[in-house]
Nanobody, 119 residues
C-alpha cells in the first residue's frame, strides 16, 4: 500500500499558473509509475498526466499538453504538476495516483486537491 497526499490547489484567474504537489508516504512510491487525474462533479475521473519511476517517460492528455508539466523528485518521494496558462475548463478536483509497472490500472490514490480557475 502507498499513501498519497496532494496539496497546492487553490483559486487562480485564467492564464495564471499553479503547482500541485503530492507526497508519497512510503519509499515504494519512488519506484513506481505516478500520475495526476482530475474530476468534476457528476463526471468521470480523467487522466491528466503520468510519469515513469525514473522520469524517462511522460504522458499527457491532449487537453493539457504544452500547458502542464509533470515531474518527480524520488529522493523526497514527491510528485509535481506544474500548470501554466490555466483555463476555466481546468477547474476540477485533482488527484495524485500511482501504480506498479505491471499493474493495468492505477492502484493508489490521494484524496484530491481543488483547483478553481476563474474566467
Amino acid at each position: 500500500q502507498v499513501q498519497l497526499v496532494e496539496s497546492g490547489g487553490g483559486l487562480v484567474q485564467a492564464g495564471g499558473s499553479l503547482r500541485l504537489s503530492c507526497k508519497g508516504r512510503e519509499r515504494a512510491f519512488s519506484t513506481i509509475t505516478a500520475g495526476w487525474f482530475r474530476q468534476t462533479p457528476g463526471s468521470q475521473r480523467e487522466f491528466v498526466a503520468g510519469i515513469s519511476w525514473n522520469s524517462a517517460r511522460k504522458d499527457y492528455s491532449d487537453s493539457v499538453k504544452d500547458r502542464f508539466t509533470i515531474s518527480r523528485d524520488n529522493a523526497e518521494n514527491m510528485l509535481y504538476l506544474q500548470m501554466n496558462n490555466l483555463k476555466p475548463e481546468d477547474t476540477a478536483l485533482y488527484y495524485c495516483a500511482a501504480k506498479r509497472g505491471f499493474s493495468p490500472n492505477y492502484e493508489y490514490w490521494g484524496r484530491g486537491t481543488q483547483v478553481t480557475v476563474s474566467s
